[in-house]
């Protein structure tokens, strides 16, 4: 039945024929209006995978010949765009991080493409397609917004065409056929994204270079020797022989500040914001409109000194490093056992609280890429030793830059380790929706005196409490804190309510 339709389709096109004058028929023909309930008709009977493209050049219309493609499982022999789908709840926009592939590239189904950062994680994205990377549209470094083109591909397979002609005849001479090509690109130099970036940078047409690459393909040393020898920069910036144009982020800032201060020429930079400090900007713009109060408390850490000193020298596993803050964590999961409402979350629009019944603690760290906020999922039901290596694993992927969306959504409260810098008292922002976050100071030897007057010296820190006073009050706080120093001083309180 579908084959019936098409032959109406070349048909109708069959019937139209070039003016005597000589001049090119009007593109697209007036005949396509008839032909489009058939092509409503067409598209329903093949399945939801099948894409149909119908091709119009004008040497092909002056020959009257209609090409039809219908690929199934796989749309061999044509360019796909690939956009940047969506990589969570609310996020608009990513920043391209890296390309793991370069145009001229084969590429196999899953293979990872590139490396974008949202708000919230460093995503991988991966092809959906088996082919060849014809073009590349961003370059590192560079905002994309979703459904956006990241790249073009020119898949392997392709399937033959169904070809019709005119004459009122349902066959065709081999002359006849025609086969819609993908749209070669013309011109230009080859150069990958961040290339042409630099070059952007700089000031300079691409075009003027001669590359050193292989097929003639410009390099980034040929762009900054261009620019030397142009005078638009003084000397060649120090590439790693490791690093290659993988350098970090902050060390392109500090190398785009030197330079501008060659010569003694101090101008200002515009750095855009990037990654996690985009997400910094928006989550304390909200935290802002949230009034904030603060409880402070000194703890004595004697017994929680000795207790890291015994599972160090008692450490089996040598990959393992013993630090105070999972004993924190744990010990700040048994006082929220007891007041619950800590580990809460304020719903605004609905004017109501939610309890939530996993304690997923949040670890602020700072990174060389900004600060992020991971947190340990269900710290209830672990161990001490449990924390640790989670703790461990989240570190090593926040440096490395590749922590994922569970990691960083989900927290219920957050703790910030100022002390780790040598800070001693802070007064931390929200982490919204969370209702409580606690700065801990570094743990000091100070002087204290015992009930009879005679002077000690006692391991002391600070902890500072803020907290959302929409949800909780002060004496709530108060009680907490108590109970949690409770057990940090008395660490052998903990047997007692473990399970």
Same mark, same amino acid.
């Given at each position: 039945?579908?084959?019936?339709?098409?032959?109406?389709?070349?048909?109708?096109?069959?019937?139209?024929r070039p003016e005597a004058s000589g001049r090119?028929?009007?593109?697209?023909?007036?005949?396509?209006?008839?032909?489009?309930?058939?092509?409503?008709?067409?598209?329903?009977?093949?399945?939801?995978?099948?894409?149909?493209?119908?091709?119009?050049?004008?040497?092909?219309?002056?020959?009257?010949?209609?090409?039809?493609?219908?690929?199934?499982?796989?749309?061999?022999?044509?360019?796909?765009?690939?956009?940047?789908?969506?990589?969570?709840?609310?996020?608009?926009?990513?920043?391209?991080?890296?390309?793991?592939?370069?145009?001229?590239?084969?590429?196999?189904?899953?293979?990872?493409?590139?490396?974008?950062?949202?708000?919230?994680?460093?995503?991988?994205?991966?092809?959906?397609?088996?082919?060849?990377?014809?073009?590349?549209?961003?370059?590192?470094?560079?905002?994309?917004?979703?459904?956006?083109?990241?790249?073009?591909?020119?898949?392997?397979?392709?399937?033959?065409?169904?070809?019709?002609?005119?004459?009122?005849?349902?066959?065709?001479?081999?002359?006849?056929?025609?086969?819609?090509?993908?749209?070669?690109?013309?011109?230009?130099?080859?150069?990958?994204?961040?290339?042409?970036?630099?070059?952007?940078?700089?000031?300079?047409?691409?075009?003027?270079?001669? $590359?050193?690459?292989?097929?003639?393909?410009?390099?980034?040393?040929?762009?900054?020797?261009?620019?030397?020898?142009?005078?638009?920069?003084?000397?060649?910036?120090?590439?790693?022989?490791?690093?290659?144009?993988?350098?970090?982020?902050?060390?392109?800032?500090?190398?785009?500040?030197?330079?501008?201060?060659?010569?003694?020429?101090?101008?200002?930079?515009?750095?855009?914001?990037?990654?996690?400090?985009?997400?910094?900007?928006?989550?304390?713009?909200?935290?802002?409109?949230?009034?904030?109060?603060?409880?402070?408390?000194?703890?004595?850490?004697?017994?929680?000194?000795?207790?890291?000193?015994?599972?160090?020298?008692?450490?089996?596993?040598?990959?393992?490093?013993?630090?105070?803050?999972?004993?924190?964590?744990?010990?700040?999961?048994?006082?929220?056992?007891?007041?619950?409402?800590?580990?809460?979350?304020?719903?605004?629009?609905?004017?109501?609280?939610?309890?939530?019944?996993?304690?997923?603690?949040?670890?602020?760290?700072?990174?060389?890429?900004?600060?992020?906020?991971?947190?340990?999922?269900?710290?209830?039901?672990?161990?001490?030793?449990?924390?640790?290596?989670?703790?461990?694993?989240?570190?090593?992927?926040?440096?490395?830059?590749?922590?994922?969306?569970e990691d960083i959504t989900g $927290?219920?409260?957050?703790?910030?380790?100022?002390?780790?810098?040598?800070?001693?008292?802070?007064?931390?922002?929200?982490?919204?929706?969370?209702?409580?976050?606690?700065?801990?100071?570094?743990?000091?030897?100070?002087?204290?005196?015992?009930?009879?007057?005679?002077?000690?010296?006692?391991?002391?820190?600070?902890?500072?409490?803020?907290?959302?006073?929409?949800?909780?009050?002060?004496?709530?706080?108060?009680?907490?804190?108590?109970?949690?120093?409770?057990?940090?001083?008395?660490?052998?309180?903990?047997?007692?309510?473990?399970?």
């Open positions: 039945m579908a084959a019936r339709w098409l032959r109406r389709c070349a048909r109708i096109l069959g019937t139209r090119r028929p009007a593109f697209p023909p007036p005949e396509m209006g008839a032909m489009r309930p058939i092509l409503r008709r067409i598209n329903t009977a093949f399945s939801p995978s099948s894409q149909i493209t119908i091709g119009f050049p004008f040497g092909v219309w002056n020959r009257r010949c209609l090409s039809i493609q219908t690929s199934a499982d796989s749309p061999g022999g044509r360019v796909m765009d690939v956009p940047l789908a969506q990589t969570g709840e609310g996020i608009a926009e990513c920043e391209l991080l890296k390309w793991l592939v370069e145009e001229g590239d084969h590429v196999e189904e899953f293979q990872p493409l590139c490396e974008v950062q949202s708000d919230k994680a460093t995503i991988e994205i991966t092809s959906r397609f088996k082919g060849k990377v014809q073009e590349v549209l961003y370059g590192p470094g560079e905002i994309v917004k979703v459904g956006e083109i990241l790249l073009k591909i020119l898949v392997d397979e392709t399937p033959s065409p169904l070809t019709y002609g005119d004459g009122g005849s349902e066959g065709f001479s081999d002359s006849q056929l025609h086969e819609s090509k993908p749209e070669q690109s013309v011109g230009g130099v080859l150069a990958t994204p961040s290339v042409r970036h630099v070059a952007k940078q700089y000031g300079i047409n691409i075009n003027d270079i001669s $590359g050193s690459g292989k097929d003639g393909r410009v390099l980034k040393e040929d762009i900054l020797n261009f620019a030397v020898s142009k005078g638009i920069c003084q000397e060649l910036p120090l590439i790693s022989s490791t690093g290659g144009e993988k350098s970090g982020e902050f060390e392109e800032i500090k190398r785009l500040y030197m330079a501008s201060t060659d010569g003694g020429i101090y101008n200002d930079k515009t750095i855009p914001l990037r990654g996690f400090q985009r997400s910094m900007v928006k989550s304390m713009t909200m935290a802002a409109k949230v009034p904030h109060f603060y409880y402070s408390e000194e703890i004595n850490c004697d017994a929680l000194v000795e207790l890291k000193a015994t599972f160090q020298e008692e450490n089996s596993e040598k990959d393992v490093k013993h630090t105070f803050m999972p004993f924190l964590i744990k010990s700040l999961s048994m006082a929220l056992n007891k007041y619950p409402l800590m580990n809460s979350s304020f719903n605004e629009e609905a004017n109501e609280f939610i309890l939530k019944g996993c304690h997923n603690v949040g670890v602020a760290m700072a990174t060389p890429h900004g600060l992020v906020v991971p947190n340990i999922k269900k710290v209830q039901s672990l161990s001490i030793m449990e924390i640790t290596k989670e703790l461990a694993r989240l570190q090593q992927m926040a440096l490395g830059n590749k922590l994922n969306t $927290g219920t409260i957050t703790l910030s380790n100022i002390g780790s810098i040598g800070g001693n008292f802070g007064s931390p922002i929200l982490n919204l929706p969370e209702v409580a976050i606690i700065a801990i100071g570094r743990i000091q030897k100070l002087p204290r005196f015992s009930n009879d007057g005679s002077i000690y010296p006692a391991c002391i820190t600070n902890v500072t409490i803020g907290a959302d006073h929409r949800t909780v009050d002060g004496a709530t706080v108060a009680r907490f804190c108590n109970e949690w120093k409770l057990l940090i001083e008395k660490p052998e309180l903990l047997i007692l309510h473990m399970k």
